[in-house]
Nanobody, 126 residues
């Protein structure tokens, strides 16, 4: 049974950094793509970032463009079948539950993800 386990969430102040991590168990082969979604209170779940298994291709959400570009960096750790999300200069609007996702279906970028973690809370205070 495939399981995704997130870690690294917490409560920080605006301007701080956090790194979320997610490891996959239950599959021998590395996921084709892994990524992160988030859901803020009272809002719909939204895509954050995804990364190809080779680590060379990544896709970021539209909200990470413009003035917010470069705050988030996603990376793969293939040896551990893990994915990390480095978040810098966090803002109160980044407060959300962050979910790790993975898919073994090919096709970049993924249209959907087969597996979801339970989520990890990130709270950013002003």
């Amino acid at each position: 049974q495939v399981q995704l386990v997130e870690s690294g969430g917490g409560s920080v102040k605006a301007g701080d950094s956090l790194t979320l991590s997610c490891t996959v168990s239950g599959r021998t082969f590395a996921a084709y793509a892994m990524g992160w979604f988030r859901q803020a209170p009272g809002k719909e779940r939204e895509f954050v970032a995804s990364v190809h298994w080779d680590g060379d291709r990544a896709k970021y959400a539209d909200f990470e463009q413009g003035p917010l570009k470069g705050r988030f960096t996603i990376s793969r750790e293939k040896a551990k079948n893990a994915v990390h999300l480095q978040m810098n200069n966090l803002l109160p609007e980044d407060t959300a539950v962050y979910y790790c996702v993975a898919t073994w279906n090919t096709g970049w970028p993924p249209a959907e993800y087969d597996y979801w973690g339970q989520g990890t809370q990130v709270t950013v205070s002003s």
